[in-house]
T-cell receptor, first 112, second 117 residues
Framework: GEDVEQSLFLSVREGDSSVINCTYTDSSSTYLYWYKQEPGAGLQLLTYIFSNMDMKQDQRLTVLLNKKDKHLSLRIADTQTGDSAIYFCAESRTDSWGKLQFGAGTQVVVTP | DADVTQTPRNRITKTGKRIMLECSQTKGHDRMYWYRQDPGLGLRLIYYSFDVKDINKGEISDGYSVSRQAQAKFSLSLESAIPNQTALYFC????????????????FGEGSRLTVL
């Protein structure tokens, strides 16, 4: 999805924090999502944030939304080997409800 | 059993062959989608259906067709497969009014890997 951009790769040591960044272009986005894809599996929703929020925390996950810069980030605290996966940022727009626009995905590799 | 089931999971075919990928769901959702995933490109929407009588093209519908046989079934066809249709295909569902969250979350199948030689 050309309108949602992410870096393609992130390497992190086990126990460190991971930060995955995403930029989007549509200011009318209502929900922004982080999906996780493990090898050989489909995508599963990890977390989401509504566009009127700045931050959302869910256990080890922290989502930050900067609407001015159209920047979304996902922080994973105390990264574990099970966090190795591809993480997709996605947006849902008011003019196309239900049709998510996905980024290219960030491959996260956790090393011991 | 998976809520969203795709068949086949893997398929190798030759250029020019007709291929059908099938998707069935037990979530009771009205909305169904077909996406393709290519490395470095993420997921791109091929077709979507908001109910049984509604079919819409996505951003990359050329070379594909779909059929919504029932609320629970949505199939994707490649009438004459070509090598650049080699990809991982995902079916997904959503329910605007599901579970009260109304977040537009998509629920994905496990994917169908198609290789066109």
């Amino acid at each position: 999805g050309e309108d949602v951009e992410q870096s393609l790769f992130l390497s992190v040591r086990e126990g460190d924090s991971s930060v995955i960044n995403c930029t989007y272009t549509d200011s009318s986005s209502t929900y922004l999502y982080w999906y996780k894809q493990e090898p050989g599996a489909g995508l599963q929703l990890l977390t989401y944030i509504f566009s009127n929020m700045d931050m959302k925390q869910d256990q080890r996950l922290t989502v930050l939304l900067n609407k001015k810069d159209k920047h979304l980030s996902l922080r994973i605290a105390d990264t574990q080997t099970g966090d190795s996966a591809i993480y997709f940022c996605a947006e849902s727009r008011t003019d196309s409800w239900g049709k998510l626009q996905f980024g290219a995905g960030t491959q996260v590799v956790v090393t011991p | 059993d998976a809520d969203v089931t795709q068949t086949p999971r893997n398929r190798i075919t030759k250029t020019g062959k007709r291929i059908m990928l099938e998707c069935s769901q037990t979530k009771g959702h009205d909305r169904m989608y077909w996406y393709r995933q290519d490395p470095g490109l993420g997921l791109r929407l091929i077709y979507y259906s908001f109910d049984v009588k509604d079919i819409n093209k996505g951003e990359i519908s050329d070379g594909y067709s779909v059929s919504r046989q029932a609320q629970a079934k949505f199939s994707l066809s490649l009438e004459s497969a070509i090598p650049n249709q080699t990809a991982l295909y995902f079916c997904a569902t959503s329910d605007l009014h599901g579970d009260g969250r109304n977040t537009g979350e998509l629920f994905f199948g496990e994917g169908s890997r198609l290789t066109v030689l």
